[in-house]
């Protein structure tokens, strides 16, 4: 079974065949229906079913020319609803079965993030129709976790606030200009690396990591589209599985000026979270291109 599950009240399931009844009826009573062409004789569907605001399992595979549907592969899924970067996407399909990752470098976070497209049959429709590369697309991200940790915030004063903009916008402006080539943003980003690698190390020694470092974002483990993240609350309500009654905690995280939306169990955070406070997890990464004309 999936391990990101437990993540959107899931963490109950006892046997296959518990998940086989559940992913059944969401063929069968899906509310999110998506099709397009799999080849000349094959029909790519995708259906999915709500459990909690916006937080559900999507059902794969395909329908042939009798019109009978192969079950594939299935996900769990929590869609955002705000805009996370503006940079450009390029989409690859995983090699074992009909899914695709995407891969954005936003400065931001100074790497290249990957994660688990979700509207995948979107693609495919602008993929055949020959659209490919599109300009002007937009990526909402939003996140599953199964274990985290809620941290105090760092004391900051207004004056702190006005520094680490300026500071960020600055580094954006020497990245974006180190990528096109640009000899001296490359040196300034390297000298001010090697400055904050010695001032934490000469504080490290008498300062907890935590109060020097407010976020980062890192991947995690071998795949691909898995981080560790330490990232500031800006928003937070808790859900009920309508199904199974467990209870969600959906965030907006701030991670590096990244913003994104986050869901996990209840029962797998650690603390009490509130907007301010800091949430320090591994998470497992999902994303929506959002293309200037969905109707393709």
Sequence with gaps: MHKYLRAIGFSKIKDRKELQKILTDIVVNGTDRAYTSNGEKTLLAVFGMDFAERM?????????????????????????????SEEDVTVERHAAQESYAGVCDDVKIGVSLIFYLQ??????????????????????????????????????????????????????????????GDEEAIESLTLEDMDTYTTISRRIQQEDV????????MPYGVE??????????VDCNLVKNKLT??????MTLNCNDLIFEMCINQEDLYGEPAVGRRFKGMIWMQGYINFPNENV
Excluded at 75 to 81: A, E, L, R
């Design 224 to 233: 691909c589209d898995q981080y560790s993240i330490l990232a500031e609350i």
């Design 56 to 84: 559900g399992i999507a059902v794969c595979g395909e329908f042939d020319e009798d019109d009978r549907f192969t079950f594939d592969y299935y996900f769990p899924y929590f869609k955002g609803n705000m805009i996370s």
């Design 210 to 217: 935590f109060s020097l470092v407010d976020t980062y974002f």
């Design 245 to 250: 009654g467990e209870e969600i905690y959906q």
């Design 119 to 180: 509207n995948m049959v979107t693609y495919i429709k602008v993929q055949n129709a020959g659209m490919l590369p599109v300009q002007g697309t937009t990526l909402t991200l939003s996140a599953l976790s199964t274990h985290g940790v809620i941290m105090m915030p760092l004391m900051k004063t207004e004056k702190d606030l006005i520094k680490n903009r300026n500071t960020s916008i600055n580094r954006s402006q020497l990245i974006n200009a180190a990528r096109k």
